[in-house]
């Protein structure tokens, strides 16, 4: 909009000044003339003679100061009408004017505030010339005025807009660089000058392949390149090189827009220094946790080894122990009782002998059943099994020998363990038991 209206504001001004020269051979002589010539000009004009004071005004430049007539303005300081804030500006380029030089070289060096008839301040653009006699001597000074509050409020907006713009990208935990589509960098937040370590000026028009390292520019250049061609996309985990040599990884994601007929890629860099250091932390917790666990399966193993050792220990106790109690039994009362029935008895006392001897052995007969419990509870078929396994033979060929499947044998191999209480002692060996059991038997009651 400005340049269009600049654009427009030149061609006004060229238009006068070819005015003006047409009338430099008329003027003074021929006031009306040019005062006419003025009049019909759609924008503010203001004549002023060479010290700055208001000679002439035309009908829209009294409308825009919001006079009723020219009396108020004629006569007076033409810096007078310039708002304080303006003033020393429109000094330095008034004088300048006067000298044939040209303005000082600013963006807005045309931009002015015009004093209104109320006191109130009105944007202005002016531009200005020198009127010349037909000799080459200056006359008067021609300045063109034009109100640009509309300029003004959308150069107000878009500055409160961008503002806002920067606000909402520098509140971002992720750093973020703009750039055109031949890579230079014009625009970027807070946290890209953290990361990278450069001043604004500094990382402002500086093309983004200096901000990784040699190594790692052509595959950053082929992924700028997608981004243009394919609005965007993801690079993923790569480096990036800071002002001070550090190289530092990233994430970074990518995506073009278009604005004012261009192309823009915005690139998301995203700092996975912590995450990298999370993920460091978290491996090593890991290797920690198997080499603890590893340790206390270890102990685990051996206590539980040490366990069935003593487990071990106890049931062969156990069955030596019952053994001393029957040999203990048999010694002290079988030797009476096979003397008695060699004694010259009577009939009624070896009845008595008789009775004493079966009662023996009814009684020896329950202290067995108690300690050699290997068939007391068994099934034909888990006896039979028990005898196989005593003998030493595997599952494969107990089954082929008893025509059931090896699955049927490790469930008899089972049931039998349960009523032998071995289920809870899964070391202790079932055909090592049997047979430990059937050495104490044949020891005792064969």
Partial sequence: MKKSQSQNFQKISRFLKKSVKKMETVFPEDQDLLKKLLSVIPDAVILTDLLGKVIFVNDVAIKLAEYSTAKKIVGQDAISFISPQYREKAEVNLARLVKGLPRSLNVYANDYELIAADGSYIPVEIHGNILKNSDGSPFAMVHVLRDITARKKTEDALIKSEHKFHTILDKLPDAVIIADAKGRIIDFNLMARTLFGYSKKELLGLHFTKLHPREDVEKMQNAFNRFVNQKGGHVGDVRVLTKDGRLINVDI???????????????????????KEREKNLKTAQKNLEAQIAERTIELMQRNTALN??????????????????????????????????????????????????????ALSKVISDIRPSTTNLTPQEIKVSSLVRQGMSTREIAKIMGISTKTVDIFRYNIRKKLGLNKRRRTNLASHLMSMESVYKKNFS
């Avoid at 995506?255 to 995450?275: A, P």
């Avoid at 053994?323 to 006392?349: D, F, G, M, V, W």
């Fill in 253 to 275: 994601n990518g995506i073009r827009i278009e604005m004012d007929n261009q192309s823009w890629i915005v690139g998301l860099f995203r700092d996975m220094t912590s995450y």
């Fill in 309 to 362: 050792l003593l487990l071990s220990e106890v049931d062969q106790e156990k069955v030596e122990r019952e053994s001393r109690i029957i040999t203990e039994i048999q010694s002290r009362i079988r030797p009476h009782i096979q003397a008695l029935n060699k004694a010259n008895l009577s009939s009624s006392h070896k009845g008595h002998v008789i009775h004493i001897e079966k009662g023996f052995q009814t």
